[in-house]
Nanobody, 114 residues
Framework: QVQLVESGGGLVQAGGSLRLSCAAS??????MGWYRQAPGKQRELVAT???????NYADSVKGRFSISRDGAKNTVYLQMNSLKPEDTAVYYC??????????WGQGTQVTVSS
């Protein structure tokens, strides 16, 4: 059974930082990533990282967010700096297995106040 357990969301003032974590179990991981969904908007990619360490970022977070992974722990992190009110959303962890099956976490709320 695949499980993705997220942590680290919360309320922060604009300009502040948060670090999200997502621990995966029951899956042989090809890639992991973070997506977000703001009220009334579609879910969008934030950042992804492959098992080999290749990363991809949405233009809106480049230079502010950093994704990393601990392969031994099957855990992915999202360091979010210089947060803006427009970063407010529910952030979802995603894990993709080698057969390209995709799994989602339950989501964690990030709220940035102005």
């Amino acid at each position: 059974q695949v499980q993705l357990v997220e942590s680290g969301g919360g309320l922060v003032q604009a300009g502040g930082s948060l670090r999200l974590s997502c621990a995966a179990s029951g899956i042989s991981i090809y890639a992991m990533g973070w997506y977000r969904q703001a009220p009334g908007k579609q879910r969008e990619l934030v950042a992804t990282i492959t098992r080999g360490g290749s990363t991809n970022y949405a233009d809106s977070v480049k230079g502010r967010f950093s994704i990393s992974r601990d392969g031994a722990k099957n855990t992915v992190y999202l360091q979010m700096n210089s947060l803006k009110p427009e970063d407010t959303a529910v952030y979802y962890c995603n894990a993709e297995s080698w057969d390209r099956s995709s799994y989602w976490g339950q989501g964690t709320q990030v709220t940035v106040s102005s």
